[in-house]
C-alpha cells in the first residue's frame, strides 16, 4: 500500500519561499510508471493541480503558477520537493501530494493527508 | 484551459435515495479522461471512479459513472450515511490537469 506524507513548516512569511517535501512508502519513486503530484485547495475551495514530476526529473506545471514553482526529486530518499516562490497571502491552502498515473492516466489514487500552509507575517 | 462547472453546488438527500451529480466541461474531455473524487472534513479527496466510468479498487458498487464528450454523471444508487461529503470531477484529457467546483451532498 503506497503512503505519502507532507512536511515543511505551517507557516511562511510574505515574499519568501515555501518548501515542502513529500516522503513515499509502500513504493519506489523509482520503479517508474508514476508522476508524483502536488495539489492545493485553499480555504474551503476546490483543489488545483499544481504540478508533477517523474522519477527521470521531467516535470510539468500548472501555467498559472509555472513561473514561481519548481518541483524536483530526489530518488536515494524516496522524496519529492515543491518550492513556491514569492508567496503572498494567496497562498495559504491545503497543500496535497498524490500520485498519478503515466500514459495519459493522470488522474490521482493516492493522496498525502494535506498540511496547511499559512502565508502571513 | 478546461473549466468544469459542477451542478448542483449543493444536494439534499435521505439515505437510501438516488444521488445523481453533474460535471459539465467547457469543451469535449479526449478519451473520456474524467475522475470523480470525494472528500470528508479533515481529509484528503479519494479516487472514486476513473476513465468516466471505472471504479477505483475498493470503491462499492453503488458509485457509478457515466458521460462522455462535454457531460458527465456520478450516480449513487442507494446513499449510505457515510457517502455524505463533496464530489469533485477532474479532467485529464489535456493540460492542466483541472477539477470542478464540487457539490455537496448533505443529509436532509
Known amino acids: 500500500q503506497v503512503q505519502l506524507q507532507e512536511s515543511g513548516p505551517g507557516l511562511v512569511k510574505p515574499s519568501q519561499t515555501l518548501s515542502l517535501t513529500c516522503t513515499v512508502s509502500?513504493?519506489?519513486?523509482?520503479?517508474?510508471?508514476?508522476?508524483w503530484s502536488w495539489i492545493r485547495q485553499h480555504p474551503g475551495k476546490g483543489l488545483e493541480w499544481i504540478g508533477y514530476?517523474?522519477?527521470?526529473?521531467?516535470?510539468y506545471y500548472n501555467p498559472s503558477l509555472k513561473s514561481r514553482v519548481t518541483i524536483s526529486v530526489d530518488t536515494s530518499k524516496n522524496q519529492f520537493s515543491l518550492k513556491l516562490s514569492s508567496v503572498t497571502a494567496a497562498d495559504t491552502a491545503v497543500y496535497y501530494c498524490?500520485?498519478?498515473?503515466?500514459?495519459?492516466?493522470?488522474?490521482?489514487?493516492?493522496w498525502g493527508q494535506g498540511t496547511l500552509v499559512t502565508v502571513s507575517s | 484551459e478546461i473549466v468544469l462547472t459542477q451542478s448542483p453546488g449543493t444536494l439534499s438527500l435521505s439515505p437510501g435515495e438516488r444521488a445523481t451529480l453533474s460535471c459539465r466541461a467547457s469543451?469535449?474531455?479526449?478519451?473520456?479522461?474524467l475522475a470523480w473524487y470525494q472528500q470528508k472534513p479533515g481529509q484528503a479527496p479519494r479516487l472514486l471512479i476513473y476513465?468516466?466510468?471505472s471504479r477505483a479498487t475498493g470503491i462499492p458498487d453503488r458509485f457509478s459513472g457515466s458521460g462522455s464528450g462535454t457531460d458527465f454523471t456520478l450516480t449513487i444508487s442507494r446513499l449510505e450515511p457515510e457517502d455524505f461529503a463533496v464530489y469533485y470531477c477532474?479532467?485529464?484529457?489535456?493540460?492542466?490537469?483541472?477539477f470542478g467546483q464540487g457539490t455537496k451532498l448533505e443529509i436532509k
Open positions: 498524490a500520485r498519478c498515473g503515466d500514459y495519459g492516466e493522470y488522474y490521482f489514487d493516492y
Open positions: 469543451q469535449s474531455v479526449s478519451s473520456s479522461y
Open positions: 477532474q479532467q485529464y484529457g489535456s493540460s492542466p490537469e483541472t
Open positions: 476513465g468516466a466510468s
Open positions: 514530476i517523474y522519477y527521470s526529473g521531467s516535470t
Open positions: 509502500g513504493g519506489s519513486i523509482s520503479s517508474g510508471g508514476y508522476y
